[in-house]
Protein backbone atom coordinates (compact mmCIF):
# COMPACT_ATOMS: atom_id res chain seq x y z
CA UNK A 1 0.00 0.00 0.00
CA UNK A 2 1.61 3.23 -1.05
CA UNK A 3 2.08 5.82 1.73
CA UNK A 4 0.38 9.14 1.44
CA UNK A 5 2.97 12.40 0.68
CA UNK A 6 2.15 15.15 3.53
CA UNK A 7 0.72 18.14 1.97
CA UNK A 8 3.72 20.83 1.09
CA UNK A 9 4.57 23.31 3.88
CA UNK A 10 2.76 26.87 3.00
CA UNK A 11 5.38 29.59 2.84
CA UNK A 12 4.44 32.21 5.81
CA UNK A 13 3.05 35.26 4.42
CA UNK A 14 5.20 38.31 4.54
CA UNK A 15 4.58 41.80 4.01
CA UNK A 16 5.97 43.54 0.62
CA UNK A 17 8.79 45.44 0.79
CA UNK A 18 7.78 49.26 1.00
CA UNK A 19 9.20 51.16 -1.93
CA UNK A 20 10.31 54.90 -2.22
CA UNK A 21 7.77 55.35 -4.24
CA UNK A 22 5.10 54.35 -2.21
CA UNK A 23 4.47 56.82 1.01
CA UNK A 24 3.72 56.00 4.24
CA UNK A 25 0.72 58.29 4.60
CA UNK A 26 -1.42 58.60 2.39
CA UNK A 27 -2.18 62.06 1.58
CA UNK A 28 -5.55 63.54 0.51
CA UNK A 29 -7.00 66.62 -1.44
CA UNK A 30 -8.61 68.47 1.42
CA UNK A 31 -12.32 69.66 0.73
CA UNK A 32 -11.59 73.22 -0.02
CA UNK A 33 -15.12 74.46 -1.72
CA UNK A 34 -14.79 76.31 -5.06
CA UNK A 35 -17.93 78.38 -4.43
CA UNK A 36 -17.96 81.77 -2.26
CA UNK A 37 -18.96 81.44 1.12
CA UNK A 38 -21.44 84.19 2.89
CA UNK A 39 -21.40 84.48 6.67
CA UNK A 40 -24.59 86.91 7.48
CA UNK A 41 -24.68 88.10 11.06
CA UNK A 42 -27.65 89.12 12.45
CA UNK A 43 -29.15 90.73 15.82
CA UNK A 44 -31.84 92.34 17.27
CA UNK A 45 -34.47 93.05 14.05
CA UNK A 46 -32.71 90.20 11.96
CA UNK A 47 -35.11 88.19 11.79
CA UNK A 48 -37.14 91.10 8.99
CA UNK A 49 -33.60 91.39 7.71
CA UNK A 50 -33.16 87.72 6.95
CA UNK A 51 -36.59 87.81 5.13
CA UNK A 52 -35.99 91.05 3.55
CA UNK A 53 -32.18 89.31 2.27
CA UNK A 54 -34.09 85.87 0.93
CA UNK A 55 -36.88 87.43 -0.47
CA UNK A 56 -34.48 89.73 -3.28
CA UNK A 57 -32.46 86.57 -4.01
CA UNK A 58 -33.90 85.58 -7.48
CA UNK A 59 -35.56 82.00 -7.88
CA UNK A 60 -35.06 81.25 -11.82
CA UNK A 61 -30.98 80.15 -10.83
CA UNK A 62 -29.11 79.30 -8.34
CA UNK A 63 -25.99 81.31 -6.81
CA UNK A 64 -24.04 79.15 -7.04
CA UNK A 65 -22.69 80.10 -2.94
CA UNK A 66 -23.57 78.85 0.09
CA UNK A 67 -24.91 81.23 3.16
CA UNK A 68 -24.18 80.74 6.54
CA UNK A 69 -26.61 82.51 9.20
CA UNK A 70 -25.43 83.62 12.56
CA UNK A 71 -27.57 85.65 14.88
CA UNK A 72 -28.04 86.18 18.74
CA UNK A 73 -29.97 83.57 19.71
CA UNK A 74 -31.32 82.77 23.78
CA UNK A 75 -29.91 80.10 24.62
CA UNK A 76 -32.96 78.26 26.26
CA UNK A 77 -35.23 78.58 23.39
CA UNK A 78 -35.83 76.53 20.15
CA UNK A 79 -34.93 78.82 16.82
CA UNK A 80 -37.60 79.04 14.48
CA UNK A 81 -35.42 80.92 11.70
CA UNK A 82 -34.92 77.47 9.79
CA UNK A 83 -38.85 77.24 9.13
CA UNK A 84 -39.34 80.86 8.44
CA UNK A 85 -36.49 81.06 6.26
CA UNK A 86 -38.04 78.29 4.30
CA UNK A 87 -40.76 80.37 3.46
CA UNK A 88 -38.82 83.15 1.07
CA UNK A 89 -36.08 80.38 -0.65
CA UNK A 90 -36.38 77.47 -3.07
CA UNK A 91 -32.86 76.59 -1.54
CA UNK A 92 -32.24 73.84 1.12
CA UNK A 93 -32.31 75.24 4.62
CA UNK A 94 -30.87 73.56 7.52
CA UNK A 95 -29.60 73.96 11.00
CA UNK A 96 -26.21 73.08 11.98
CA UNK A 97 -25.03 69.82 12.69
CA UNK A 98 -21.88 69.09 13.98
CA UNK A 99 -18.62 68.57 11.62
CA UNK A 100 -21.70 69.44 8.38
CA UNK A 101 -19.93 70.09 4.91
CA UNK A 102 -21.05 73.12 3.58
CA UNK A 103 -22.55 72.70 -0.32
CA UNK A 104 -23.51 75.63 -2.85
CA UNK A 105 -27.18 76.45 -2.96
CA UNK A 106 -27.92 76.05 0.96
CA UNK A 107 -28.53 77.66 3.48
CA UNK A 108 -26.98 77.00 7.30
CA UNK A 109 -28.39 78.00 10.32
CA UNK A 110 -26.88 78.65 13.93
CA UNK A 111 -28.10 76.45 16.84
CA UNK A 112 -29.22 78.24 20.25
CA UNK A 113 -26.75 77.94 22.75
CA UNK A 114 -23.39 77.18 20.48
CA UNK A 115 -20.01 79.27 18.91
CA UNK A 116 -19.73 78.03 15.25
CA UNK A 117 -16.62 78.07 12.91
CA UNK A 118 -16.08 76.87 9.25
CA UNK A 119 -12.89 74.83 8.79
CA UNK A 120 -12.09 72.17 6.26
CA UNK A 121 -14.93 73.10 4.22
CA UNK A 122 -17.06 72.39 7.53
CA UNK A 123 -19.44 74.19 10.09
CA UNK A 124 -17.99 73.25 13.60
CA UNK A 125 -19.93 73.73 16.67
CA UNK A 126 -18.46 74.58 20.20
CA UNK A 127 -19.80 75.29 23.41
CA UNK A 128 -19.72 79.21 24.29
CA UNK A 129 -16.26 80.39 25.95
CA UNK A 130 -18.07 83.27 26.93
CA UNK A 131 -20.76 84.57 29.62
CA UNK A 132 -24.02 85.36 27.83
CA UNK A 133 -23.90 88.75 26.71
CA UNK A 134 -20.01 88.91 26.13
CA UNK A 135 -20.36 86.67 23.48
CA UNK A 136 -19.62 87.77 19.84
CA UNK A 137 -20.54 84.49 17.89
CA UNK A 138 -20.56 86.86 14.51
CA UNK A 139 -16.76 87.78 15.02
CA UNK A 140 -15.87 84.30 16.05
CA UNK A 141 -17.63 82.78 12.64
CA UNK A 142 -16.25 85.55 10.36
CA UNK A 143 -13.05 85.18 11.66
CA UNK A 144 -12.63 81.36 11.03
CA UNK A 145 -14.33 81.73 7.74
CA UNK A 146 -11.83 84.31 6.36
CA UNK A 147 -9.10 81.99 7.69
CA UNK A 148 -10.43 79.50 5.58
CA UNK A 149 -11.65 80.43 2.75
CA UNK A 150 -9.45 83.91 1.99
CA UNK A 151 -10.57 85.97 -0.55
CA UNK A 152 -13.91 83.41 -1.08
CA UNK A 153 -15.12 85.05 2.26
CA UNK A 154 -18.10 87.45 1.82
CA UNK A 155 -19.57 88.93 5.36
CA UNK A 156 -22.42 90.41 5.38
CA UNK A 157 -23.96 92.57 8.79
CA UNK A 158 -27.60 93.40 8.70
CA UNK A 159 -29.60 94.90 11.67
CA UNK A 160 -28.58 94.67 15.40
CA UNK A 161 -27.15 96.32 18.20
CA UNK A 162 -23.83 96.87 19.59
CA UNK A 163 -20.51 95.98 17.47
CA UNK A 164 -20.30 92.01 16.68
CA UNK A 165 -19.47 91.32 13.43
CA UNK A 166 -17.05 94.46 13.30
CA UNK A 167 -13.79 92.25 14.27
CA UNK A 168 -14.79 89.99 11.90
CA UNK A 169 -15.10 92.07 8.99
CA UNK A 170 -11.70 93.03 9.31
CA UNK A 171 -10.56 89.39 9.27
CA UNK A 172 -12.63 89.27 5.78
CA UNK A 173 -11.24 92.25 4.36
CA UNK A 174 -7.46 91.06 5.33
CA UNK A 175 -7.45 88.17 3.36
CA UNK A 176 -9.28 89.95 0.07
CA UNK A 177 -13.02 88.95 0.89
CA UNK A 178 -16.35 90.92 0.03
CA UNK A 179 -18.37 92.75 2.77
CA UNK A 180 -21.71 94.32 2.52
CA UNK A 181 -23.23 96.42 5.39
CA UNK A 182 -27.27 96.61 5.68
CA UNK A 183 -27.81 100.87 5.18
CA UNK A 184 -28.66 101.91 8.66
CA UNK A 185 -32.23 103.64 7.45
CA UNK A 186 -33.67 100.38 6.46
CA UNK A 187 -32.50 98.64 9.92
CA UNK A 188 -34.60 98.17 12.92
CA UNK A 189 -31.36 98.54 15.07
CA UNK A 190 -28.59 99.90 13.80
CA UNK A 191 -25.79 99.76 16.01
CA UNK A 192 -24.19 96.59 14.39
CA UNK A 193 -24.22 98.08 10.76
CA UNK A 194 -22.73 101.29 12.03
CA UNK A 195 -19.93 100.29 13.62
CA UNK A 196 -18.60 97.90 10.45
CA UNK A 197 -19.74 101.29 8.70
CA UNK A 198 -16.99 102.83 10.77
CA UNK A 199 -13.94 100.62 9.77
CA UNK A 200 -14.01 102.25 6.14
CA UNK A 201 -14.02 98.36 4.82
CA UNK A 202 -17.57 97.64 3.43
CA UNK A 203 -17.76 97.51 -0.08
CA UNK A 204 -21.40 97.90 -0.68
CA UNK A 205 -23.67 99.52 1.81
CA UNK A 206 -27.18 97.95 0.47
CA UNK A 207 -31.26 97.55 2.05
CA UNK A 208 -31.05 93.39 2.30
CA UNK A 209 -33.39 93.19 -0.96
CA UNK A 210 -30.41 94.61 -3.45
CA UNK A 211 -27.59 92.78 -1.95
CA UNK A 212 -28.21 89.45 -3.85
CA UNK A 213 -27.31 90.74 -7.61
CA UNK A 214 -23.95 92.08 -6.10
CA UNK A 215 -23.08 88.56 -4.78
CA UNK A 216 -24.06 86.97 -7.72
CA UNK A 217 -21.93 88.91 -9.63
CA UNK A 218 -19.05 88.53 -7.16
CA UNK A 219 -19.85 84.74 -7.30
CA UNK A 220 -18.97 84.81 -10.95
CA UNK A 221 -15.90 86.49 -10.83
CA UNK A 222 -14.82 83.97 -7.98
CA UNK A 223 -16.25 81.29 -10.52
CA UNK A 224 -13.24 82.57 -13.35
CA UNK A 225 -10.65 83.42 -11.05
CA UNK A 226 -10.66 79.91 -8.99
CA UNK A 227 -11.71 77.95 -11.86
CA UNK A 228 -8.27 76.16 -12.49
CA UNK A 229 -7.33 76.63 -8.41
CA UNK A 230 -5.18 73.11 -7.23
CA UNK A 231 -6.37 72.15 -3.84
CA UNK A 232 -3.12 71.91 -1.48
CA UNK A 233 -1.90 68.58 -0.96
CA UNK A 234 -3.15 68.07 3.32
CA UNK A 235 -3.83 65.44 5.80
CA UNK A 236 -7.22 66.23 7.47
CA UNK A 237 -7.16 66.55 11.03
CA UNK A 238 -10.32 64.35 12.53
CA UNK A 239 -13.38 66.58 13.94
CA UNK A 240 -11.09 66.99 17.69
CA UNK A 241 -8.45 67.83 16.51
CA UNK A 242 -10.55 70.96 14.25
CA UNK A 243 -11.82 71.90 17.55
CA UNK A 244 -8.41 71.98 19.16
CA UNK A 245 -7.59 74.01 16.10
CA UNK A 246 -10.46 76.54 16.03
CA UNK A 247 -9.65 77.50 19.90
CA UNK A 248 -5.82 78.18 18.86
CA UNK A 249 -7.25 80.37 15.78
CA UNK A 250 -9.11 82.44 18.21
CA UNK A 251 -6.28 83.01 20.17
CA UNK A 252 -2.90 83.16 17.83
CA UNK A 253 -2.68 84.59 14.65
CA UNK A 254 -0.96 81.20 13.69
CA UNK A 255 -2.81 79.33 11.08
CA UNK A 256 -2.73 75.70 12.46
CA UNK A 257 -5.83 74.29 10.15
CA UNK A 258 -3.89 72.56 7.51
CA UNK A 259 -0.83 70.50 7.31
CA UNK A 260 1.09 71.25 3.92
CA UNK A 261 3.16 68.55 2.45
CA UNK A 262 5.12 70.10 -0.40
CA UNK A 263 7.72 67.58 -3.00
Not at 95 to 100: L, N, P, Q, R
Not at 135 to 162: C, E, M, N, W
Not at 209 to 229: F, N, P, R
Amino acid sequence: MAKKQAPPKSKPKTSPEPSAETPTREPVKAPVPSFPVVGIGASAGGLAAFEAFFSGMPTDTDPGMAFVLVQHLAPDHKSILTDIIQRYTTMKVYEVADGMVVKPNCIYIIPPNRDMAFIDGALQLLEPSSPRGQRLPIDFFFRSLAQDQGDKAIGIVLSGTGNDGTLGIRAIKGEGGLILVQNPESTEYDGMPRSALGTGLVDYELPPTEMAGQLILYAKHMLDKHGGHKPHITIKPDNELKKIFILLRGQTSVTTSKFVYTY
